[in-house]
């Protein structure tokens, strides 16, 4: 009975032992920093620091104290919070301890005198919104010691950067980036995230760049460029850094680059020089823009124009003047940048001069198959070239505030470009029962030169009353490129039987000059109706004067061609005028933006066939509308959605084409009935982000669909193979396509892991006529992937994405047939920082695609890079590596397109394995490297 007692007063002292265990508390005062004054009826609140639930909550009483009892043990959030005032939160741990937490007195600070939206005491609010820029706070995340701004870009949430720094920002590319708000060199955002020092780096914007005078006005103009904009701290603008980098390898590969950065206040100079054979340096991935082609396209104001490029893209076999990979590459470039505020910031001035070569040589085999409606043809093409282009280019911009309300933007922009190009093609075609059809010998050979000159002249101008303004923009553009080249094609045509039925042989000299000079004005006009709304009209005036001659000639003895082939020969004249008018009312007013109005366009079109003395004329008006909603609930969420509607008029080669054999198996027939399309595109954005877990969610999507389609009416030539194309509309089906993109990331816990999900689904329906008979071809492709990554400073960095994919993809000519296949992709990186400063650092890209029942086999890929480095001072800005570039040898270029009824793939030479040492150098007078972040 004693016992029975004893181990009940026992268990009941221990009851009350553990339930005093969890009776925690906290407890603390809460005043204004500035004043002293008790903030009655602060809201107090106790999170639970796992996932931000509410675990207590309280206010303040009459003197500002507050005291929050029953508390259990574990980590939790104290969350204070006052109107008007800067949110104060902690994190914090109740333990065995102290039974009571004691915060003391808390200084709450008024937002309005506090530049950060959020106190954190242990984190930084990573990222938040400002209307529709997101920016993110550089401090917030962290970086190895002299990393690039690259390295910085690879960690905010929703931002991939590819291996050769291609940048995607929540699904769509980012074309430009801007250091402090100016050009850096102008087209080459490699240039700033492989070189500028994450050290310097204060914030980092992302938002879409409008043009100036969209800015200015409000009109969405629908020139827009998801662009980054790096801000630099301030004590990082004075002073000098730059790099020296120099590598040799195995098997002839060599790589050098050279950058200097002078930054006194507001005054910047940047120098560099760079020459590689390595495909990872002096190229970037917008060469497409350094570099530049040559096409006729549609203008800003609805009208047709010649634009830059050598002006021979008859005879550059495709080629636009940049590396994407196929071939080996050989890059010379460099540059000087120049730009200052000065005259109190009245006046500002930017420079930049670039000059650079690219040479790339390399083979290529394409297998593809034609889908008929009764039968297929199948062609295997094997293809050498040799590439080059050189070109210099030279670009000022001024701007002055001429008063406190009015300013001036004067922008030029010169260009010249030299391109050669030699190819060898040769290829056969086999009908469905492995027959032969036809084989194709082929050389073309070409060089071109181009100048191109742009300016103009932006006058901005606010008047008294608020919301009033005027702008005014006169732009011209003068471009002239001339070409010569020689086409060189045999062509051998087969019976069933398999005996040569026929023979064609072509050996032409061609030339090809064109001029082009286009005047542009737009004046614009807003006049406020209300403190929140304004109506906005514009009004503009286009000129555009152009010369095409095009001329192909026969030998008349070998090596003499002066028999002009009238067939294959072109020359015009073309002149044009724009009328354009527009509305746009816009509401904006708290969270609210809302922009909405119309374009239209009425075009005058004359062209002279100088050779058959023919005049084609065309008057047509384009519509142009737009409509955009955003909401902005918060600094941390940003919603928008938007349509778009616009017309696309026929090309000149759809209507009255340019004569062109390059390819002696395609004709392209000419239809001057042709009607523009119209493509109504509708999209939408939505961000989201959490301080206090650092949950980042991000969404974009697009989908557009196409009334009265110009589609391609290909007939093919069973007996010989031979095709002929003529472009028609179609006016009782809608061509669409799709793009979803969506991404969440966090923060696991207090430690540095970072976890992501990521998934896409694009896709598209289209039409083509294929021997008079209707094809739909439809072709959806679903992807996901789950990525980590973390920084622990001078231990470890480590990044891995991986995922799957499938691809539905048929046509409605063969419904027996279809391209149906899954996919892997997964890519990873690390560093690990080894005693006696060394660094162990590898890289790992893998590539599956299954079989088709196109394709008959498997395609699998894993490239594996990986290096050793050893730094050196006391700052480790002097590092030698030794690197293994394509460990397994597996770099094998591939890649599967489906386009109408016409489905393709083509392997490639690339860069193959090879090992370099090399050694680099970061030098600057701005403190030395900087502690990684925290």
């Given at each position: 009975m004693k016992f029975t007692i004893l181990l009940l007063v026992s268990c009941f002292l221990l009851t009350l032992s553990a339930s005093a265990q969890n009776q925690y508390s906290v407890k603390g005062s809460v005043a204004d920093t500035a004043s002293n004054a008790k903030l009655v009826n602060t809201s107090i609140s106790v999170l639970n620091a796992k996932d931000s639930t509410l675990v207590s909550f309280t206010r303040a009483g009459t003197a500002g104290t507050f005291t929050l009892p029953d508390l259990k043990k574990g980590k939790l959030i104290l969350l204070v919070t006052y109107p008007g005032y800067a949110d104060y939160v902690e994190r914090f741990t109740l333990d065995s301890g102290k039974s009571t937490r004691d915060f003391g007195r808390l200084s709450m600070i008024l937002k309005a005198k506090l530049l950060a939206d959020v106190i954190v005491k242990s984190s930084r609010a990573a990222m938040k919104m400002k209307g529709d820029t997101t920016e993110f706070d550089a401090k917030a995340f962290k970086v190895q010691p002299n990393a690039k701004v690259e390295d910085l870009?690879?960690?905010?949430?929703g931002i991939q950067v590819d291996k050769d720094g291609k940048i995607t920002a929540q699904g769509q590319t980012v074309t430009k980036v801007l250091v402090d708000g100016e050009e850096f060199f102008g087209d080459d955002p490699t240039l700033v995230t492989k070189n500028l020092r994450a050290d310097m780096v204060d914030k980092v914007q992302l938002y879409d760049k409008k043009s100036d005078q969209a800015t200015f006005t409000g009109i969405d103009d629908g020139q827009k460029t998801k662009t980054l904009n790096i801000q630099l701290k301030a004590d990082k603008k004075n002073g000098y850094f730059g790099k020296l980098d120099g590598g040799v390898g195995t098997d002839g590969y060599y790589s050098g680059q050279a950058l200097f950065n002078k930054f006194k206040a507001k005054e910047k100079f940047s120098a560099y020089a760079i020459v590689s054979n390595t495909g990872k340096t002096g190229l970037g991935w917008q060469d497409s823009q350094k570099y530049g082609g040559s096409s006729l396209e549609v203008a800003d104001n609805g009208g047709l124009m010649f634009t830059g490029g050598s002006g021979n893209d008859d005879i550059e076999n495709g080629w636009n003047g940049q590396y994407n990979g196929q071939g080996i590459p050989l890059a010379r470039t460099g540059g000087l940048h120049y730009d200052s505020k000065f005259n109190k910031d009245k006046e500002s001035i930017n420079l930049n001069y670039k000059i650079g070569s690219l040479e790339v040589k390399g083979t290529s085999n394409t297998l593809s198959q034609n889908n008929l409606k009764d039968s297929t043809i199948n062609t295997n093409a094997n293809q050498t070239y040799d590439n080059y282009i050189f070109r210099q280019k030279l670009d000022a911009t001024y701007q002055v505030k001429l008063d406190t309300s009015s300013n001036l933007k004067i922008m030029v922009d010169g260009t010249l470009k030299n391109s050669k190009t030699n190819n060898n093609n040769f290829s056969q075609s086999?009908?469905?029962?492995?027959?032969?059809?036809?084989?194709?010998?082929?050389?073309?050979?070409?060089?071109?030169?181009?100048?191109?000159?742009?300016?103009?002249?932006?006058?901005?101008?606010?008047?008294?009353?608020k919301g009033r303004t005027l702008s005014a923009l006169v732009s011209e553009s003068y471009n002239q490129a001339d070409s010569k080249g020689f086409l060189l094609s045999d062509a051998h045509f087969y019976n069933a039987q398999g005996n040569v039925d026929s023979i064609q042989h072509i050996d032409q000299y061609k030339t090809n000059k064109t001029r082009s000079n286009l005047l542009n004005t737009n004046f614009t006009y807003t006049e406020p109706l209300t403190k929140a709304s304004s109506i906005i009209f514009n009004y503009g005036l286009g000129i555009d004067n152009g010369v095409s001659d095009r001329?192909?000639?026969?030998?008349?003895?070998?090596?003499?061609?002066?028999?002009?082939?009238?067939?294959?020969?072109?020359?015009?004249?073309?002149?044009?005028?724009?009328?354009?008018?527009?509305?746009?009312?816009?509401?904006?007013?708290?969270?609210?933006?809302?922009?909405?109005?119309?374009?239209?366009?009425?075009?005058?079109?004359n062209q002279v066939n100088e050779i058959t003395n023919k005049e084609f004329k065309r008057n047509f008006v384009n519509w142009d509308p737009s409509v955009r909603v955003q909401y902005r609930p918060s600094q941390f969420k940003y919603f928008s959605i938007g349509y778009r509607g616009n017309p696309t008029q026929p090309t000149i080669d759809q209507i009255q084409p340019v004569a062109v054999n390059t390819d002696p198996l395609l004709i392209v027939v000419g239809n001057q009935d042709l009607k523009p399309s119209f493509t109504n595109n509708i999209n939408a954005n939505f961000n989201s982000y959490k301080v206090l877990t650092g949950m980042s969610f991000f969404m974009y999507g697009n989908y557009s669909f196409t009334s009265n389609p110009i589609v391609s009416n290909q007939v093919t030539d069973l007996a010989s193979g031979k095709s002929t194309i003529q472009y028609v509309n179609l006016g009782t089906k809608q061509p669409s396509n799709f793009y979803l993109d969506a991404s969440v990331s966090r923060k696991i816990g207090h430690t540095d892991l970072n976890i992501g999900l990521s998934g896409n689904i694009s896709g598209n329906n289209s039409y083509n006529f294929s021997n008079s008979e209707l094809n739909f071809t439809k072709s959806n492709t679903y992807s996901g992937g789950i990525q980590a990554y973390e920084y622990i400073q001078k231990k470890f960095d480590f990044n891995v994405f991986f995922g799957p994919s499938y691809t539905l993809s048929g046509s409605s000519l063969q419904p027996d047939i279809n391209n149906n296949g899954r996919g892997f992709n997964a890519r990873g990186s690390f560093t690990v920082y080894l005693p006696g400063k060394f660094q162990l650092a590898s890289d790992a890209d893998y590539l599956y695609r299954a079989?088709?029942?196109?394709?008959?086999?498997?395609?699998?890929?894993t490239l594996v890079n990986a290096s050793l480095s050893k730094t050196f001072f006391k700052e480790d800005n002097l590092k030698f590596t030794l690197a293994a570039n394509d460990l397994l040898d597996q770099n094998k270029g591939f890649d599967r397109t489906v386009n109408a009824n016409f489905i393709q793939q083509n392997t490639y030479t690339t860069i193959k394995r090879y090992f370099m040492f090399s050694v680099a150098w970061d030098f600057t007078s701005m403190g030395g490297a900087a502690p990684a972040k925290k």
């Open positions: 870009l690879k960690q905010f949430p086999t009908r469905e029962d492995g027959s032969l059809l036809n084989d194709n010998t082929r050389n073309t050979t070409s060089n071109g030169n181009t100048q191109v000159l742009n300016a103009s002249a932006l006058y901005t101008k606010k008047f008294k009353k001329e192909s000639f026969n030998a008349s003895v070998p090596k003499i061609y002066n028999v002009l082939d009238t067939s294959l020969s072109n020359n015009f004249k073309l002149n044009q005028l724009s009328n354009q008018v527009g509305a746009f009312y816009n509401y904006q007013k708290k969270k609210i933006t809302v922009n909405l109005g119309t374009k239209v366009t009425a075009i005058n079109f079989k088709t029942q196109t394709f008959d086999s498997d395609f699998h890929r």
